[in-house]
């Protein structure tokens, strides 16, 4: 009896266990080991609120991390990259849409050799009943806002105040100028 009742709980639990979210997804491949097309409804949630209850307004406002609540299934998935090569957080793309419900599209990483459950790439997000996505692609735009003084070619990192203050104090591979010629020497002559 308990036999029985074991496989009906299993072959109930399978369907929601192993959901596909890739039907209608129009995601980028990033190449990356274990990514799934990914499009789904969700609530814009502080992740640390939806845990421990401490809940500042407006998602704090942009200090605190940000997750996806799926409509599905209940499950808090972490959102730690927007559309750009970067892997910049994903916190920024969705900022402005806290507390509200929303659909997205971008690649689902679950693989338990990796440890890795419900990590999400983020590359369009759209208001519920809104029919413009929105690409994930405002991290740099507001990184170069915030530094007008970085302008110039390049990636944004090569250019980054903090980036140019810790190798000027610790050198490029953090253990000081004398490593990293050393380093160099040997890689390059």
Same mark, same amino acid.
């Given at each position: 009896?308990?036999?029985?009742?074991?496989?009906?709980?299993?072959?109930?639990?399978?369907?929601?266990?192993?959901?596909?979210?890739?039907?209608?997804?129009? *995601?980028? !491949?990033?190449?990356?080991?274990?990514?799934? /097309?990914?499009?789904?409804?969700?609530?814009? $949630? %502080?992740? =640390?609120?939806?845990?421990?209850?401490?809940?500042?307004?407006?998602?704090?406002?942009?200090?605190?991390?940000?997750?996806?609540?799926?409509?599905?299934?209940?499950?808090?998935?972490?959102?730690?990259?927007?559309?750009?090569? *970067?892997? !910049?957080?994903?916190?920024?793309?969705?900022? /402005?849409?806290?507390?509200?419900?929303?659909? $997205? %599209?971008? =690649?689902?990483?679950?693989?338990?050799?990796?440890?890795?459950?419900?990590?999400?790439?983020?590359?369009?997000?759209?208001?519920?009943?809104?029919?413009?996505?929105?690409?994930?692609?405002?991290?740099?735009?507001?990184?170069?806002?915030?530094?007008?003084?970085?302008?110039?070619?390049? /990636?944004?990192?090569?250019?980054?105040?903090? $980036?140019?203050?810790?190798?000027?104090?610790?050198?490029?591979?953090?253990?000081?100028?004398?490593?990293?010629?050393?380093?160099?020497?040997?890689?390059?002559?």
């Amino acid at each position: 009896m308990m036999k029985r009742f074991l496989a009906l709980l299993f072959c109930l639990a399978s369907p929601l266990a192993a959901q596909d979210f890739s039907e209608g997804s129009e *995601a980028k !491949t990033w190449n990356l080991y274990a990514e799934v /097309p990914a499009r789904f409804e969700a609530q814009v $949630v %502080d992740i =640390l609120c939806t845990i421990t209850g401490d809940c500042p307004d407006n998602c704090g406002d942009g200090r605190r991390q940000l997750g996806l609540l799926r409509s599905a299934d209940g499950v808090l998935v972490y959102p730690n990259k927007n559309s750009q090569p *970067a892997f !910049t957080g994903a916190a920024v793309e969705l900022r /402005p849409f806290c507390g509200q419900d929303v659909e $997205v %599209d971008g =690649l689902m990483i679950e693989d338990p050799d990796l440890a890795a459950k419900n990590i999400y790439l983020v590359q369009k997000i759209r208001t519920m009943g809104s029919e413009d996505w929105v690409k994930a692609n405002r991290w740099t735009k507001d990184w170069a806002k915030k530094h007008p003084e970085a302008k110039g070619k390049g /990636p944004w990192f090569r250019r980054d105040p903090r $980036v140019s203050a810790y190798i000027a104090e610790s050198g490029y591979t953090g253990l000081g100028e004398e490593a990293d010629a050393a380093l160099i020497k040997e890689l390059f002559e």
